[in-house]
């Protein structure tokens, strides 16, 4: 059964940077890729970026181009999105998301609530 | 980049009701489109892709049709665990992008 596991919540400052993980369970981790989405509250999805198997391929929206760095460690099958630089509109709830067929997302985590609040 | 555009972004139904929420992209996709369903607090559930293919498990009261630029999500008779929020997805080119979602709520 695949799960995608993510970190706690977090209270940042403007200014700083966030690191949320993603760990996976129950598929071959290195093969897929990882997608990352927010949600602002109240308002609708928002794909942020996505890395590819092996940790190649990298691909994010330009709203965050300079700002998002996404990894991936195969050694503990997890996936990490940092965010930089945060500002209070950067307050959301992040999902990693991922699926058999890249393009669609079968699974996804629990999400993880970061507020950026000075 | 594509943009995705849903109508309505809400609406209100009753239990037994058929629903269609349509889902335009701003250039053709193919049939590169999802469907999700997404309830309060939670992640959203993949209903459908490739605009047509039910995903596992999903009762077959939701359909999706549609090709090209303009898809549509179908609930054929609305049940009370289907109140929640609606989006596309589109799945042609990067970067990503959902609609704005729609909202379906009781009348």
């Known amino acids: 059964q695949v799960q995608l596991v993510q970190s706690g919540a977090e209270v940042k400052k403007p200014g700083t940077s966030v690191k949320v993980s993603c760990k996976a369970s129950?598929?071959?981790?290195?093969?897929?890729?990882m997608t990352w989405v927010r949600q602002a509250p109240g308002q609708g999805l928002e794909w942020i970026g996505r890395?590819?198997?092996?940790?190649?391929?990298?691909k994010h929206a330009q709203n965050f181009h300079d700002r998002v760095t996404m990894t991936t460690d195969t050694s503990t099958n997890t996936a990490y999105m940092e965010l930089r630089s945060l500002r209070s509109d950067d307050t959301a709830v992040y999902y990693c998301?991922?699926?058999?067929?890249?393009?669609?997302?079968?699974?996804w985590g629990q999400g993880t609530l970061v507020t950026v609040s000075s | 980049d594509i943009q995705m555009t849903q109508s309505p972004s809400s609406v209100s139904a009753s239990v037994g009701d058929r629903v269609t929420i349509t889902c335009r992209a701003s250039?053709?996709?193919?049939?590169?489109l999802a469907w999700y369903q997404q309830k309060p607090g939670t992640a959203p559930n993949l209903l459908i892709y490739?605009?047509?293919k039910s995903y596992n498990g999903v009762p077959s009261r939701f359909s999706g049709t549609g090709f090209g630029a303009d898809f549509s999500l179908t609930i054929s008779s609305l049940q009370p665990e289907d109140f929640a929020t609606y989006y596309c997805?589109?799945?042609?080119?990067?970067?990503?992008?959902f609609g704005q979602g729609t909202k379906v709520d009781i009348k």
């Open positions: 997805q589109q799945a042609y080119s990067f970067p990503r992008a």
């Open positions: 998301a991922n699926g058999p067929n890249e393009n669609f997302f079968d699974w």
């Open positions: 490739s605009a047509s």
């Open positions: 250039q053709n996709i193919g049939d590169w």
């Open positions: 890395i590819g198997p092996y940790g190649a391929n990298i």
């Open positions: 129950g598929y071959s981790f290195s093969s897929f890729g």
